[in-house]
């Protein structure tokens, strides 16, 4: 059921109003059933925007306006990654496609599903008007973001720009998710029509049933993992439905396999879990390496950069284990970004979503003997801290969490993963899958629009650099009721890059006291609470002690459980709780090896 958010309602139009190629267009999207589109207004599509208010009511799809296209973008990455749906975005021209190609590369590699809508134009140079048709006109626009889009077409009529269209969702929607670009000339949006081409019937055309991996093929996997003296599961992206959550932990219940999932991808098995070990971060924690290390077996479920991790726990020698991989990946690999990491060996290669392949799995797998799991670790989650750092964060969250279903759309860098347990896939969301700065507010607001009514709160934990660079995302969140909760975890520094700036001075003899130059964001200090306030947000802080800040959450969730939209800016301090270099690791297998 659509959510209701702020009706933003048009006047009636005329009964016997002429029609126009952007109506085709916007009856095409209806059909589509494509339910919100994110946009910032542009002059190459005001023929679109005309009939999406005019002819089609506002309605399904509705307008979600933004003040920057880095946000329109992320907010329909969020929508998808929150709902598994696509939602659309308009982009104005060239410029709003550079604009917003950040968002595009970070949906790309996140592979989610987005249908981008551009304009362009008009092609026709003789209709172009002076100066600003001719800049705001290029070549092959989608050469702008072709790199790091599934398919991207430029119609030349309504009957064309319908096949597109279609084609578009289809392919956006099939695995490999990943967002597609359809660019439309301003010319064909602003001519007039006689009569309405037939619309195709969507049905026929939406995306295929995946594809099940032969039955030999499975049978040979079940037959290495029924056999396994120690195997372990790397569970990556995948479905978050109950159904597929409930089949992973049921497989590995079955095999008796250790189960190791990471921060880059949403919740995808339950922390708390006998048989998961380690807590979730940025790369394998030493358990689960020394686990990974000690199998025979490995499962490995569409788990992003599968050569980099068998590289972090084996170093240079050789990889004794034997791998099975359930992923389609493969499928929208491409030369223009290494998102697809180094080239793994695996044994068995079921070339399928693991989504499909986990059930086939469990029905033909065996159950293994296996000895009882070691207790876990005690629960960090609890520890009082009286400092206010990310681990306090945690335990302040948890706290005014009690009881109250969260989602959480973000994670700061460093998070410590064993201060937050998941038990459910909306629990969190993962990362933004490019890794740029700035999408966390647009993805928390988009994952808000989905999860309107749900009574499960959005809840996103920042930095201060990512809600800086995209905060205009509040103001949409605001304007059209979405309640969210932002935790801005504000140590006023670009701290990432000052830690590998004391790593460059100590390579090189200089003095790591000057790491601060050109990274720390203060004197003066931002007040990010006010620049939440003057966009119609509720600003708390900023808070610089645990206790204030249990008490600031607190409030926040019932802000959001009023429907308001809340940040609370908790000074943190500068540094990191878990290690997310990749380095430390690395060097702790370099001395185990000397």
Request: proline share 8%; glycine share 10%.
């Amino acid at each position: 059921m659509k959510p209701t958010i702020l009706a933003e309602t048009p006047q009636p139009s005329p009964a016997h109003e002429e029609l126009w190629s952007s109506d085709a267009i916007a009856r095409m999207l209806q059909a589509l059933d494509v339910p919100w589109v994110s946009l910032v207004p542009g002059a190459s599509f005001r023929g679109l925007h005309d009939s999406l208010v005019n002819h089609i009511g506002n309605q399904r799809p509705q307008m979600i306006l933004c003040l920057h296209e880095g946000a329109a973008v992320s907010v329909a990455h969020g929508y998808a990654k929150a709902s598994g749906r696509m939602m659309g975005t308009i982009l104005h021209s060239n410029v709003g496609l550079l604009n917003g190609s950040m968002g595009i590369f970070n949906a790309w590699c996140d592979r989610v599903p987005m249908l981008i809508l551009g304009a362009t134009g008009p092609w026709d140079a003789a209709k172009r008007r002076p100066w600003i048709d001719w800049i705001h006109t290029a070549s092959d626009q989608g050469a702008l973001v072709r790199g790091y889009t599934k398919w991207d077409n430029q119609p030349a009529s309504v009957p064309a720009a319908y096949d597109a269209l279609l084609r578009a969702a289809q392919m956006a929607t099939t695995a490999p998710c990943a967002p597609t670009y359809v660019n439309l000339d301003a010319a064909l949006q602003e001519s007039k029509l006689g009569s309405l081409p037939p619309l195709p019937d969507p049905s026929r055309f939406g995306a295929p049933d995946s594809p099940r991996p032969a039955p030999e093929l499975i049978a040979r996997a079940a037959g290495v993992l029924s056999g396994a003296a120690a195997p372990v599961m790397l569970v990556g992206r995948g479905q978050r439905t109950i159904e597929s959550w409930q089949a992973r932990v049921a497989l590995a219940e079955k095999l008796g396999a250790r189960v190791a999932t990471d921060l880059k991808t949403g919740a995808s098995f339950p922390t708390r879990h006998p048989l998961h070990v380690g807590p979730p971060g940025t790369y394998l924690s030493e358990a689960a390496a020394a686990a990974v290390r000690a199998a025979d077996v490995i499962l490995a479920l569409d788990w992003v950069d599968l050569a980099g991790t068998l590289k972090q726990v084996y170093g240079d020698r050789p990889i004794s284990a034997r791998v099975v991989a359930a992923s389609c990946d493969v499928h929208v690999h491409r030369g223009f970004s290494m998102d697809y990491f180094g080239l793994p060996p695996v044994d068995v290669n079921l070339l399928a979503e693991p989504d499909v392949a986990v059930p086939l799995l469990l029905e033909a797998c065996k159950s293994r003997t296996h000895a009882a799991v070691p207790a876990s670790a005690p629960d960090a989650s609890r520890r009082a801290w009286d400092v206010l750092s990310l681990r306090a964060v945690a335990a302040a969250l948890n706290e005014a969490t009690e009881g109250v279903e969260v989602c959480l759309t973000r994670l700061p860098l460093g998070w410590p993963g064993e201060a937050r347990h998941f038990s459910h896939p909306l629990d969190y969301l993962g990362g933004d899958g490019g890794a740029g700065v700035g999408a966390g507010p647009g993805l928390t607001v988009g994952a808000g629009l989905a999860l309107k009514g749900t009574g499960r709160i959005p809840i996103g934990l920042i930095g201060d650099g990512d809600y800086l660079m995209g905060l205009t995302a509040l103001w949409t969140a605001a304007h059209y009721q979405i309640p969210c909760l932002f935790v801005v975890c504000n140590n006023r520094s670009f701290y990432n890059d000052e830690a590998h700036q004391e790593r460059v001075a100590r390579m090189r003899g200089r003095p790591v006291e000057n790491k601060w130059i050109g990274q720390r964001i203060n004197e003066p200090d931002i007040d990010l609470a006010a620049l939440a306030t003057a966009q119609g947000a509720k600003g708390i802080g900023p808070v610089t002690d645990p206790e204030q800040l249990r008490s600031a959450i607190a409030q926040g969730v019932k802000a959001v459980l009023n429907g308001e939209v809340c940040v609370i800016d908790a000074r943190v301090r500068p540094g990191y709780d878990a290690d997310i270099s990749g380095e430390r690791a690395s060097r702790r297998e370099a001395v185990g090896r000397t």
